[in-house]
């Protein structure tokens, strides 16, 4: 993840969080807050709108975080307070990443063309946690584009095992293949 100002604030939450020992609670807290923005778009609204009154956006996170972990809150008041609302979803998934970090946890997405059945599924979670020696969380995805094979998101990188990145890769291949010789000399004169 790139090291903007939203990835600096959940960097320092994390600190902070570790610090003190109130990681779980901050991560419980934080997940709830994320949830409630996704699943509410006037709420999203409201916290993101340039136009709408900061002292509204405060009483809002306020509300939402009554009963939440204080540094938690005080979190949530130093973006609001700086008018930074607009990286608490940078903030949140920089958190979450280091989060599983040192929970040994790791979110893999895997994107298929077709439905697989959940031995299948279990056994490449099997796998991938051995391999990284990590507690592998699998999110199965289903995308028809990708005509067959896989697509793995592991945090920053993509792995594209899927027919459909194959066949872009072979046109991106014939398309310099064919550059290449245009731009060769010689030919008929």
């Known amino acids: 993840m790139a090291q903007g100002p939203g990835s600096i604030y959940g960097k320092a939450l994390f600190e902070a969080a570790q610090e003190s020992g109130k990681i779980q609670a901050a991560h419980r807290d934080l997940s709830a807050l994320g ?20 002292t509204g ?56 063309a077709f439905e697989i059945d959940d031995a299948q599924a279990e056994r490449l979670r099997a796998t991938l946690s051995s391999q990284t020696g990590q507690k592998v969380a699998l999110e199965r995805r289903i995308d028809p584009h990708i005509l067959g094979g896989v697509v793995l998101r592991v945090r920053d990188l993509l792995i594209d095992a899927s027919v459909r990145g194959r066949l872009e890769a072979l046109r991106v291949s014939l398309r310099q293949a064919r550059l290449a010789g245009q731009a060769s000399p010689g030919g008929s004169a």
């Open 35 to 54: 949830s409630a923005i996704l699943e509410n778009a006037q709420l999203a609204r409201a916290l993101f709108n340039p136009g709408f009154p900061e």
């Open 57 to 112: 956006k405060r009483q809002v996170l306020l509300s939402l975080a009554k009963d939440a972990e204080p540094l938690v809150v005080n979190f949530l008041l130093v973006l609001a307070d700086h008018g930074r609302l607009s990286d608490l979803p940078a903030a949140l998934e920089q958190f979450e990443e280091q989060y599983g970090a040192s929970e040994r946890h790791l979110e893999v997405v895997l994107t298929t």
